[in-house]
């Protein structure tokens, strides 16, 4: 059991503090209860942009010049990541420096500068750059599977927005996005390492007390029902396919996500499990495929990714759903079972190797109400059995529900062969119990 105590600031922050004496490194974050999900269409892509602009300095330090000499001056690192429902920051110091660097960090957060924004927009530019061709047209299929599953809802718009929105994007939509959602009430921070909780919230305290008071902003809640999966099809000249799978799933809500979330592990934990020994070791189909989840409060997705050459495109879809459809009829074996569940301990044994990995385990979790040990994990999925990951296929995995992307050369000329096969399979579904 790990030594987790809470604090809460004067403002309404709570502080977690996390004490691991053997660590040799401290780590202090911080979880902002905002991304893509909380935006609107002319405004997608504002997270993101402002979790950049945010590292461009502050008032202590007004470049990004600056903030950087200081933070790497100290032995430490700082990062920061933007997702579709929270935005994290996050340092590594030495246990000394945790105190200085937490407080760049802090200034960051409390008082930005929002300098040189054209720079920063030729930046994010760049990276956008990646998700499109040379006309401009979207050939990421995670982001056409995303909008296949969500729809119009901002769950199915990318994380990092569009070239157009970014380009214009103010000063003025900056300083009011920061004020809304970096207030103390719609932030966790975690700090954990060596030092005594006394030393770790002293550490953080500092710079995070002059956050302002305001309440958990709410994201528009995702209510749409998911009937039939539907197909994307994106011609790019390439010389593989990159194909998508994805099902709708359970949010963290909903107590039957656990059962799915280890499914997963049995589908996709390792090359000796089903999918990666069937697609690639068995019949040479591809040189990596996977199989991830990714659970938001009310709503889940589960997304099957691969590149294979156009040939065998067809091939590695009906092999997908043949596990599919296996794992939905008999369920997984004992020994796979066990497996999945062995590994999953593994992975919170590991939690107590990493300072970053405990504050990403206890700080999303605090945020969104969800927070729980590990020992809890652990006895949740242990409590599973085969009859429950059977259950949780077909609920989820029913062919009906998929929605597939290709992003290929020629990837029209699959509709008839996806559209042959999930029919094919919809049809063979009917024998398997709910």
Same mark, same amino acid.
Request: charged share 25%; proline share 5%.
């Given at each position: 059991m790990? /030594?987790?105590?809470?604090?809460?600031?004067?403002?309404?922050?709570?502080?977690?503090?996390?004490?691991?004496?053997?660590?040799?490194?401290?780590?202090?974050?911080?979880?902002?209860?905002?991304?893509?999900?909380?935006?609107? !269409?002319?405004?997608?892509?504002?997270?993101?942009?402002?979790?950049h602009?945010?590292?461009?300095g502050?008032?202590?330090?007004?470049?990004?010049?600056?903030?950087? /000499?200081?933070?790497?001056?100290l032995?430490?690192?700082?990062?920061a990541?933007?997702?579709?429902?929270?935005?994290?920051?996050?340092?590594?110091? !030495?246990?000394?420096?945790?105190a200085?660097?937490?407080?760049?960090?802090?200034?960051l957060?409390?008082?930005?500068?929002?300098?040189?924004?054209?720079?920063?927009v %030729?930046?994010?530019?760049?990276?956008l750059?990646?998700?499109?061709? /040379?006309? %401009?047209? +979207?050939?990421?299929?995670?982001?056409?599977?995303?909008?296949?599953?969500?729809?119009?809802?901002?769950?199915?718009? !990318?994380?990092?927005?569009?070239?157009?929105?970014?380009?214009?994007f103010?000063?003025d939509?900056?300083? &009011?996005?920061?004020a809304?959602?970096?207030?103390?009430?719609?932030?966790?921070?975690?700090?954990?390492?060596?030092?005594?909780? +006394?030393e770790?919230l002293?550490?953080v305290?500092g710079?995070?007390?002059?956050?302002?008071?305001?309440?958990?902003?709410?994201?528009?809640?995702?209510?749409r029902?998911?009937?039939r999966?539907?197909?994307?099809?994106? !011609?790019?000249?390439?010389s #593989?396919?990159a194909?998508?799978?994805?099902?709708?799933?359970?949010?963290?809500d909903?107590?039957?996500?656990?059962?799915? &979330?280890?499914?997963l592990?049995v589908i996709?934990?390792?090359?000796?499990?089903?999918?990666?020994?069937? *697609?690639?070791?068995?019949?040479g189909?591809?040189?990596? *495929?996977?199989? /991830?989840?990714?659970?938001?409060?009310?709503?889940g997705?589960?997304?099957?990714?691969?590149? *294979?050459?156009?040939?065998?495109?067809? $091939?590695?879809?009906?092999?997908?759903?043949?596990?599919?459809?296996?794992?939905?009829?008999?369920?997984?074996?004992?020994?796979?079972? &066990?497996?999945? #569940?062995?590994?999953?301990?593994?992975?919170?044994?590991a939690?107590?190797?990493? $300072? #970053?990995?405990?504050?990403?385990?206890? %700080?999303?979790?605090? =945020?969104?109400?969800q927070?729980?040990?590990?020992?809890?994990?652990?006895?949740?999925?242990?409590?599973?059995?085969?009859?429950?990951?059977?259950?949780?296929?077909a609920?989820? =995995?029913?062919?009906?529900?998929?929605?597939?992307v290709?992003?290929?050369?020629?990837?029209?000329?699959?509709e008839?062969?996806?559209?042959?096969?999930?029919?094919?399979?919809?049809?063979?579904?009917?024998?398997?119990?709910p």
């Amino acid at each position: 059991m790990h /030594d987790v105590r809470t604090h809460r600031l004067g403002n309404g922050l709570r502080v977690l503090t996390i004490h691991r004496p053997y660590l040799h490194r401290a780590v202090a974050a911080v979880y902002v209860h905002v991304g893509s999900r909380h935006e609107r !269409p002319r405004h997608n892509g504002l997270s993101h942009f402002l979790e950049h602009m945010l590292f461009r300095g502050s008032a202590a330090l007004p470049s990004a010049a600056l903030v950087n /000499d200081a933070v790497e001056s100290l032995g430490a690192s700082m990062n920061a990541a933007t997702h579709s429902d929270f935005t994290m920051f996050e340092l590594s110091a !030495p246990p000394d420096a945790l105190a200085p660097a937490a407080a760049i960090l802090g200034g960051l957060l409390t008082a930005p500068v929002f300098a040189d924004r054209k720079v920063e927009v %030729g930046i994010v530019r760049e990276e956008l750059l990646e998700d499109v061709d /040379d006309r %401009g047209r +979207d050939i990421s299929p995670d982001n056409h599977a995303r909008r296949l599953v969500f729809g119009e809802h901002p769950l199915g718009a !990318p994380i990092a927005g569009t070239a157009h929105n970014v380009t214009r994007f103010t000063d003025d939509d900056l300083r &009011e996005h920061h004020a809304r959602h970096y207030a103390a009430g719609n932030m966790v921070a975690c700090a954990a390492g060596p030092l005594t909780h +006394d030393e770790l919230l002293a550490a953080v305290k500092g710079s995070l007390h002059e956050i302002p008071e305001g309440p958990l902003r709410a994201a528009k809640p995702f209510t749409r029902r998911h009937r039939r999966g539907r197909r994307s099809l994106v !011609p790019h000249s390439a010389s #593989q396919t990159a194909l998508r799978i994805a099902y709708p799933c359970e949010g963290l809500d909903d107590p039957g996500g656990a059962a799915t &979330e280890l499914l997963l592990r049995v589908i996709d934990d390792g090359m000796s499990t089903r999918l990666y020994r069937r *697609v690639c070791e068995e019949r040479g189909l591809a040189y990596d *495929v996977s199989a /991830d989840i990714e659970r938001f409060a009310e709503v889940g997705v589960i997304d099957v990714a691969a590149s *294979v050459a156009r040939a065998s495109v067809g $091939a590695v879809v009906e092999e997908v759903l043949e596990i599919f459809r296996e794992l939905a009829g008999a369920g997984p074996t004992r020994a796979e079972l &066990e497996k999945a #569940q062995r590994r999953f301990g593994f992975d919170l044994d590991a939690l107590d190797d990493d $300072a #970053q990995h405990l504050c990403d385990f206890y %700080g999303p979790a605090e =945020l969104f109400g969800q927070r729980r040990s590990p020992d809890d994990r652990r006895e949740e999925l242990l409590s599973l059995s085969t009859e429950d990951l059977r259950a949780a296929a077909a609920r989820v =995995l029913d062919p009906a529900r998929a929605n597939v992307v290709l992003v290929g050369p020629k990837a029209a000329k699959h509709e008839a062969e996806i559209k042959s096969l999930l029919k094919s399979f919809r049809a063979r579904w009917r024998d398997v119990e709910p």
